[in-house]
């Protein structure tokens, strides 16, 4: 069983369609880019893979469940459970520490385990920094907390919209093979929203969004400068 499928997914806004026809299956371990122009609705479309927002049409089943039939705070349970974030703009809180801040997933599932907060720490290069504020922290240290906190709770599924796009292209290179490293080590299926070819070229498949619905894409191999 795929951990994620969509099944003729469409969006649209009154007579306006954002995206239709939209099919996609994600295995286990898989990373999958999705690469778009702005306004393909790429954001849109991880909302309603996510139960935050509902299709105009189709369905969307995460682990097993099917997101149109639950009440919303099935969905929002189903969410702590299976699903990492990954955002852009890093979505830290500044009031918490570094080590409170990958440690919220657990908080919110009753699990709260501070060996594991520091062993994702340790993964994403800040065993250290534990009691640190965010606002001592650079761009790339922020998007790696962003990534121990997506993967704290070994989630079945991440979604991880343009992780690098706030980063220069050394720490958006860093980042990313430490996202593709952990997601592929705790066996997450990974959904990397992008407007990179080189950083989708590091994925196992890459597809493209349009109106129409989803193709494949075809890139070379190529490491992202």
Do not use: W
């Not at 599932?109 to 009691?131: F, I, Y």
């Amino acid at each position: 069983m795929p951990v994620l499928e969509a099944r003729g997914l469409a969006k649209s806004y009154g007579a306006t369609p954002v995206f239709t026809g939209i099919d996609l299956r994600l295995q286990a371990g898989e990373l999958v880019a999705l690469l778009g122009e702005s306004g393909s609705g790429k954001s849109t479309l991880l909302n309603c893979l996510a139960g935050l927002d509902e299709p105009s049409a189709g369905t969307v089943h995460l682990a097993g469940a099917e997101l149109g039939s639950l009440r919303e705070s099935q969905r929002a349970l189903l969410r702590r459970q299976h699903l990492g974030f990954v955002f852009q703009a890093f979505h830290v809180l500044p009031h918490l520490s570094v080590a409170a801040n990958v440690g919220l997933p657990l908080l919110l599932l009753k699990r709260a385990d501070p060996q594991r907060v520091q062993e994702m720490l340790e993964a994403v290069g800040l065993g250290d920094l534990g009691a640190r504020s965010p606002r001592q922290l650079s761009g790339g240290q922020l998007q790696r907390v962003a990534i121990a906190r997506a993967l704290v709770h070994r989630p079945a599924l991440v979604l991880a919209d343009e992780p690098t796009g706030n980063l220069d292209a050394r720490n958006a290179s860093a980042v990313l093979d430490l996202l593709l490293e952990q997601v592929h080590a705790q066996g997450s299926a990974c959904l990397l929203v992008t407007h990179s070819e080189r950083a989708a070229a590091r994925a196992d498949r890459c597809l493209r969004i349009s109106e129409q619905g989803i193709t494949t894409q075809d890139l070379q191999t190529q490491a992202l400068a």
